[in-house]
Nanobody, 126 residues
């Protein structure tokens, strides 16, 4: 069974950049579309973008368009989220997730994704 582990969360200043990693184990990550989500304290999980098995990215959240991008490294069984121009309002916990049995990107809603990592925390503060 696929397991996902996020890493790379850190404290970063406004305007800074950060790259998060999502490492897969138990299965080949290149067979799965991967979605990135985030969640602020007391709020629901927000879908940000998804990268298909072919590397095509679908951005769902207007708040991150032009700032966040995703990429894959199949040799490392990993997917990445590059975040640029970070803002103080960019929430804290970031998650990667994979849908079961589909290779294109499903809608970026919680119920469409079956495998989840534990999350990594990003804090944007001066």
């Amino acid at each position: 069974q696929l397991q996902l582990v996020e890493s790379g969360g850190n404290l970063v200043q406004p305007g800074g950049s950060l790259k998060l990693s999502c490492a897969g184990s138990g299965d080949n990550l290149d067979s799965f579309a991967i979605g990135w989500f985030r969640q602020a304290p007391g709020k629901g999980r927000e879908g940000l973008l998804c990268i298909s098995t072919r590397g095509a990215t679908t951005v769902s959240a207007d708040s991150v368009k032009g700032r966040f991008t995703a990429s894959r490294d199949n040799a490392k069984n990993s997917v990445y989220l590059q975040m640029n121009s970070l803002k103080p309002e960019d929430p804290d916990d970031y998650y990667c997730a994979a849908p079961y049995g589909t290779t294109p990107c499903p809608p970026l809603t919680y119920d469409e994704y079956d495998y989840w990592g534990q999350g990594t925390r990003v804090t944007v503060s001066s």
